[in-house]
C-alpha cells in the first residue's frame, strides 16, 4: 500500500514571499503524483501532475513541483505568492493509473498574510 | 476542463433519515467514479469505487449497507447515507474519471456537505 505525508499542517506566508510545501510518499511500486486546491466548502482541483518524463512540473497559477524518486518527494513551490492563493492543498498519489484511485496526504493549510 | 456536479451542496437531515447525493459528468462519460468522505480540517478518505453497471467497490471499514452507492448511468452516481446519524456528517465529493486517449484524469464535484442532528 501506499502513503503521502505532508510535512506541514500549516504554512503562513507573507504576500509576494516565496511558499513551499512538504510531501514525501512511499510505494513499493512507481507512482503517479498530484497536488489539489482546496477553497472553503470546494471540491478540489487539479494543481499539476507527474505521469512521467521531466521531473520539473508546471501547474496552473504559478505553481510548480519537483519530483525526486531518490527521497521520494514531490514538493510544491510558488516563488510569489497572492492573498487568493489562500486555500489546503494536498498531495496525492495513484500507482495504477493517472485516473484511478488517489490516496492523499494530510493537507497542508496556506495562510496568506497581507 | 471536464465539469463534475454534485447536488445537493449542503443538506441537513434528521437522524434516522436517508440522504442521496448526486454525482454527475455534464460533459463526459465515466464508467468509473470515486466516493470520498472529508471529516473537518482532515484529508480525504476514499469511501468507495462506483463502476456503471456493476456494484461498486468499497474501501475497508466502510459499510455497505450505510452508504449505498449506485452508478446507474455513465453520467450519474449516487451515494445514499442510510439511517443517518450525527457521526456520518461530514464532507462528501466524487470524483469522476475521463479518459482522454492515455491514463485518464480525475475531475472533482465541489462536494456535498451533510449536516446530521
Known amino acids: 500500500a501506499q502513503s503521502v505525508t505532508q510535512l506541514d499542517s500549516q504554512v503562513p506566508v507573507f504576500e509576494e514571499a516565496p511558499v513551499e510545501l512538504r510531501c514525501n510518499y512511499s510505494?513499493?511500486?512507481?507512482?503517479?503524483l498530484f497536488w489539489y486546491v482546496q477553497y472553503p466548502n470546494q471540491g478540489l482541483q487539479l494543481l499539476l501532475k507527474?505521469?512521467?518524463?521531466?521531473?520539473l512540473v508546471k501547474g496552473i497559477n504559478g505553481f510548480e513541483a519537483e519530483f525526486n524518486k531518490s527521497q521520494t518527494s514531490f514538493h510544491l513551490r510558488k516563488p510569489s505568492v497572492h492573498i487568493s492563493d489562500t486555500a489546503e492543498y494536498f498531495c496525492a498519489v495513484s500507482v495504477q493509473a493517472a485516473g484511478n484511485k488517489l490516496t492523499f496526504g494530510g493537507g497542508t493549510r496556506v495562510l496568506v498574510k497581507p | 476542463g471536464a465539469v463534475v456536479s454534485q447536488h445537493p451542496s449542503r443538506v441537513i437531515c434528521k437522524s434516522g433519515t436517508s440522504v442521496k447525493i448526486e454525482c454527475r459528468s455534464l460533459?463526459?462519460?465515466?464508467?468509473?467514479m470515486f466516493w470520498y468522505r472529508q471529516f473537518p480540517k482532515q484529508s480525504l478518505m476514499l469511501m468507495a469505487t462506483?463502476?456503471?453497471?456493476?456494484?461498486?467497490?468499497?474501501e475497508q471499514g466502510v459499510e455497505k449497507d450505510k452508504f449505498l452507492i449506485n452508478h446507474a448511468s455513465l453520467t450519474l452516481s449516487t451515494l445514499t447515507v442510510t439511517s443517518a446519524h450525527p457521526e456520518d456528517s461530514s464532507f462528501y465529493i466524487c470524483s469522476a474519471r475521463l479518459f482522454t486517449g492515455g491514463t485518464g484524469e480525475l475531475f472533482f464535484g465541489e462536494g456535498s456537505r451533510l449536516t446530521v442532528l
Open positions: 507527474y505521469l512521467s518524463g521531466s521531473t
Open positions: 462506483s463502476n456503471e453497471g456493476s456494484k461498486a467497490t468499497y
Open positions: 460533459d463526459f462519460q465515466a464508467t468509473t
Open positions: 510505494s513499493s511500486v512507481s507512482v503517479y
